[in-house]
């Protein structure tokens, strides 16, 4: 059976849509549309500050399109798609949907439809949801985490609490734009791919049932519109049902990937074949439940990630940090996640399950108040006028003083200290090492 949609607009639910795989049956799912002219997004805080908003944005304007007593207008174009079409004096939005081989593909757009001498639109906000998704009554998320994402990556429908759990589309580390939804008693699902240009931020936040979710993409577009001009998020975001666990459809997203040109490079057999899952370990991750490593709700943990099919774990954020959860002292193990005998603890407990723990280290640097940025300056990177060159956070906001001087790989130095780091590492117990942020960019580096 090749997959199909139809998308309906009634008073009582507004615009909706059902979608039929193989694998998966999706009914009467609410679609929704909110613009607001002054609420940015801090990428990698996922908070709705408000903060950097730009100096023409409207606070008061805030647009709902979609819900039931909407104007709305459904048409067909070609290729069997059907359109949505919300009016607003502000703004026109368009939700495109069509079914391209086993996935349904969704396009926002949205178009100033005033005259020329009109009003411009302030598009600092644009959020699409898809409501009360769910694919049964023991519904769980899994998810190609991303860093700071305040998750481990697994939660059922159930147990989510407002503000929800956000995924952020990134460009480091594991941060894939995919998340899923699964029934472990049908062992089946959903996938959505995020994967839009812009790299929005994504939500699963509380549905109107205990077994529902609310599925937000956010996108801080900070574009004035004037009028007559469109703004088209793109490439679309994609469903798909899948048989099996949520690994083996992210596994099968990769395959289809290297089809269309996106290819990793190459990598042995074993990481291949591995089934990761990111662990923040960080005490402030409250996602985890637990502090210590070696809480007895750790190892539940583990087991339920194993029974999930997983068998490697990716960490992260054992160490202590001064100026950024992402700038090691060192990676020594730290107290407040009950130091080296509970890390000693949890990796037994992940061997004797079947695991294989690789650490998260990065060459980018290590936090600037560790003692060997003052010891040992020729270790890092500089600019031009002798100052540290920082990798992150860095501007001329805060006088280009970031959290982390860069590591030079040409220094000797550098190189035996992060390979004896790595060295203990191992024999922690961990498998190896996963080195994130391998290329200088200083202005030395030409």
């Known amino acids: 059976m090749?997959?199909?949609?139809?998308?309906?607009?009634?008073?009582?639910?507004?615009?909706?849509f059902d979608f039929t795989s193989e694998q998966s049956t999706l009914s009467r799912v609410p679609v929704r549309v909110?613009?607001?002219?002054?609420?940015?997004?801090?990428?990698?805080?996922?908070?709705?500050?408000?903060e950097d908003a730009p100096a023409w944005a409207e606070k008061d304007l805030s647009i709902d399109l979609f819900g039931p007593g909407s104007n709305v207008r459904i048409e067909h174009f070609d290729g069997g798609g059907v359109r949505a079409i919300g009016f607003h004096e502000r703004a026109v939005v368009v939700v495109d949907l069509r079914v391209v081989g086993d996935e349904l593909t969704i396009v926002p757009s949205v178009t100033n439809p005033q005259l020329q001498s009109g009003e411009a639109l302030p598009l600092c906000l644009f959020e699409l949801r898809l409501e009360d998704?769910?694919?049964?009554?023991?519904?769980?998320?899994?998810?190609?985490?991303?860093?700071?994402?305040?998750?481990?990556?697994?939660?059922?429908?159930?147990?989510?609490?407002?503000?929800?759990?956000?995924?952020?589309?990134?460009?480091?580390g594991q941060a894939l734009p995919?998340?899923?939804?699964?029934?472990?008693?049908?062992?089946?699902?959903?996938?959505?791919?995020?994967?839009?240009?812009?790299?929005?931020?994504?939500?699963?936040?509380?549905?109107?049932?205990?077994?529902?979710?609310?599925?937000?993409?956010?996108?801080?577009?900070?574009?004035?519109?004037?009028?007559?001009?469109?703004?088209?998020?793109?490439?679309?975001?994609?469903?798909?049902?899948f048989r099996g666990k949520p690994w083996q459809a992210v596994g099968a997203w990769r395959d289809r990937a290297e089809t269309r040109g996106l290819r990793a490079c190459p990598t042995p057999a074993w990481v291949r074949q591995s089934k990761v899952i990111e662990f923040n370990m960080s005490e402030k991750n409250i996602a985890n439940g637990f502090s210590r490593l070696d809480d007895p709700k750790c190892l539940e943990m583990l087991k339920r990630w194993?029974?999930?099919?997983?068998?490697?774990?990716?960490c992260v954020a054992q160490f202590k940090s001064i100026n950024g959860w992402l700038s090691p002292v060192n990676y020594d193990s730290k107290e407040e996640i009950g130091g080296f005998e509970a890390e000693k603890q949890c990796i037994q407990w992940m061997h004797e399950l079947g695991f294989k723990p690789f650490l998260w280290v990065t060459t980018v640097g290590i936090d600037r108040q560790a003692p060997e940025v003052s010891k040992h300056p020729e270790w890092f990177t500089h600019r031009r006028n002798g100052e540290f060159f920082y990798a992150w956070d860095s501007g001329p906001q805060n006088g280009y003083l970031g959290y982390a001087p860069d590591g030079d790989a040409t220094s000797a130095g550098w190189r035996a200290w992060l390979k004896d780091q790595i060295k203990r590492v191992v024999e922690r117990g961990y498998e190896g090492v996963f080195i994130d942020g391998c290329i200088p960019r200083a202005d030395n580096h030409e």
């Open 2 to 16: 090749s997959a199909s949609f139809s998308l309906h607009f009634d008073a009582s639910l507004g615009l909706s």
């Open 34 to 50: 909110s613009i607001t002219g002054d609420n940015t997004f801090k990428v990698w805080g996922g908070v709705d500050s408000g």
């Open 133 to 172: 998704l769910t694919v049964g009554a023991d519904s769980e998320y899994a998810c190609a985490h991303a860093y700071g994402g305040g998750t481990h990556g697994w939660g059922k429908l159930s147990e989510l609490e407002k503000p929800g759990v956000i995924f952020v589309h990134g460009c480091i």
């Open 178 to 241: 995919l998340a899923c939804l699964h029934s472990p008693s049908r062992d089946a699902g959903v996938m959505i791919d995020f994967g839009i240009e812009g790299r929005p931020l994504a939500w699963l936040r509380p549905g109107s049932t205990s077994f529902s979710a609310h599925w937000a993409i956010t996108f801080s577009t900070h574009r004035l519109l004037m009028p007559g001009q469109s703004q088209v998020y793109s490439p679309p975001m994609t469903l798909s049902g």
């Open 306 to 314: 194993r029974a999930m099919g997983f068998d490697s774990i990716f």
